[in-house]
């Protein structure tokens, strides 16, 4: 099969550019997109050899490589292959200068798929012509089963007010639209909780009233399925980007993210399918110098904090629930045993490991004020830091992590280089966590302040947001093929 023409001639990087490539068996036909626009933003530009790699089980399969633009592109035989991923590189001297995969297609006989395939030149942070519905900083960006993201709240330019608006990006069209339902309330910085069966919840948060940012008491949740968001019972007492833990199927511990007493906010599904919060003192743990948390292996909590006594493991699981009384079981670390790499500060990104420990990095060294150059790891058995195999090479206060591609491949992006968020981090790099092998560390289209991180099924990486105050490109995204010889 041929390659359909261009619409218009590729120099019309001014709109979208879709391309086709077709299967000899009629299993598949890729549709190439190309969200961009700016005038490095081609990817066919010096292009001499397409090369397209079917992958299954991320084991290469077959492979066609073809003269470019002399030949014709088509896709191998895919009849019986099952569920397969594509990869279209585009090379100049036999060097990769463009890309795009699949997310994993199934394929079924007789049935022909038609799939998106984002392609662009690769390691590049380049700007996406569809701008965002709303100016958003601080905000929530995850993506969607679908394959599209969700951007919920946020902060204006200037932090002059908060969004309750809710919109997502197509990575199919390369735009973004809303969606028809808001948050319960005005908010960014909202910690935000996931559960197996698809419900989503947006905890707490900040608003802004009078010109001051405010801690707000609003939950929401939204379920994909149901292509709907809805408030939820209100937290107890109101919380700036708490620290939220799910530690059983529909059970969660909130805490940390307001300055009164020393309280935390229990979780629970009820059997008449109503989520309700209870309270209990934490006497254990002063929450108001707690700085993360992140949910283990096992279920148990691990949880950050600006010293040893407000750092440690919340050993409450559905296992041990019956057993233990919340308000009593956090075990806190012993300051002369917590091992050498030992590290209290804010803004570290925090990621379970397979093994049972927690990875640490970047933030704000309390001792010194200055980003940790050293990320590490904590064992909750040995409660115990240790510095970590995975070692990124730009370390970023507040910046988001994200799975790519498969488990142990992150990336981290935006965030800022001091504590005062005052000199944005304008990078994403790639690295394995579990063995430290790093990728490629890509700069963005500009200086994104308070910008978000998602991974799209394809590999790509969506970069929302992100401004100065009065900043008229508030409202523009960017978009990352990252690619690894």
């Known amino acids: 099969m041929r390659l359909v023409a261009p619409l218009a001639v590729l120099a019309a990087c001014e709109r979208t550019v879709t391309e086709h490539i077709d ?19 081609d990817p066919w530009l ?45 090379l100049s001297g036999g060097e990769v200068i463009s890309a795009g995969r699949t997310a994993e297609i199934t394929l079924a006989p007789g049935i022909t798929r038609e799939w998106p395939l984002v392609f662009l030149p690769v390691n590049q942070g380049l700007p996406v ?19 599209r993201v969700l951007l919920a709240g946020g902060l204006s330019p200037g932090i002059g007010a908060a969004y309750a608006g809710i919109e997502a990006y197509n990575p199919s069209t390369g735009a973004f639209a809303g969606l028809g339902y808001d948050l ?6 909202m910690t935000r909780l996931s559960y197996d069966d698809g419900e989503v919840m947006f905890v707490g948060g900040t608003t802004v009233a009078g010109g001051v940012e405010t801690p707000v008491t609003t939950v929401t949740g939204f379920l994909e399925e149901a292509d709907n968001a809805y408030p939820l019972a209100s937290l107890p007492v109101a919380r700036s980007a708490p620290c939220a833990s799910r530690f059983a199927a529909h059970q969660a511990i909130v805490f940390g993210g307001h ?37 283990l292996a096992d279920e148990r909590t691990f949880v950050q904090g600006l010293d040893a006594d407000s750092t440690g493991v919340w050993p409450f699981t559905s296992e041990s629930a019956p057993y233990l009384e919340p308000a009593e079981c956090f075990e806190k670390l012993t300051a002369g045993s917590a091992g050498e790499a030992a590290v209290y ?12 420990a927690a990875w640490v990095g970047g933030g704000l060294d309390g001792s010194s004020g200055r980003p940790a150059p050293t990320a590490r790891e904590f064992n909750p058995s040995a409660m115990r830091y240790e510095v970590a195999r995975a070692q990124p090479t730009r370390p970023r206060v507040e910046g988001p992590v994200v799975d790519w591609i498969s488990g142990d491949w992150k990336a981290w992006g935006c965030g800022f280089v001091d504590g005062g968020r005052g000199e944005p981090e304008s990078t994403v790099e790639l690295f394995d966590i579990e063995s430290g092998e790093l990728g490629p560390v890509v700069g963005l289209d500009r200086e994104r302040p308070g910008c978000q991180l998602a991974a799209l099924h394809d590999g790509s990486l969506l970069v929302t947001g992100g ?16 690619w690894m010889d």
Do not use: K
């Open 46 to 90: 010096g292009v001499d050899t397409v090369r397209i790699e079917v992958l299954r089980h991320d084991e290469l399969v077959d492979a066609a490589e073809f003269s470019y633009p002399e030949e014709a592109l088509s896709l191998p035989d895919l009849d019986g292959f099952g569920v397969v991923r594509v990869v279209v590189s585009g």
């Open 259 to 295: 300055q009164g007493d020393p309280y935390g906010d229990m979780l629970v599904l009820g059997e008449d399918g109503r989520w309700a919060w209870s309270s209990f003192p934490m006497r254990d743990l002063d929450e108001t110098r707690v700085t993360g948390c992140v949910a």
């Open 23 to 41: 299967g000899n068996d009629g299993a598949l036909r890729l549709a190439l997109v190309n969200p961009t626009s700016c005038s490095a933003c």
């Open 345 to 356: 500060g804010l803004g570290m990104a925090l990621v379970p490991l397979a093994d049972g």
């Open 184 to 189: 319960a309330g005005n908010a960014g910085d």
């Open 467 to 482: 401004f100065d105050a009065g900043d008229e490109a508030a409202v523009s995204a960017a978009i990352i093929v990252p």
């Open 129 to 147: 012509t569809s701008s965002m519905m709303a100016p958003r900083s601080r905000h929530q960006s995850f993506t969607l089963r679908d394959g």
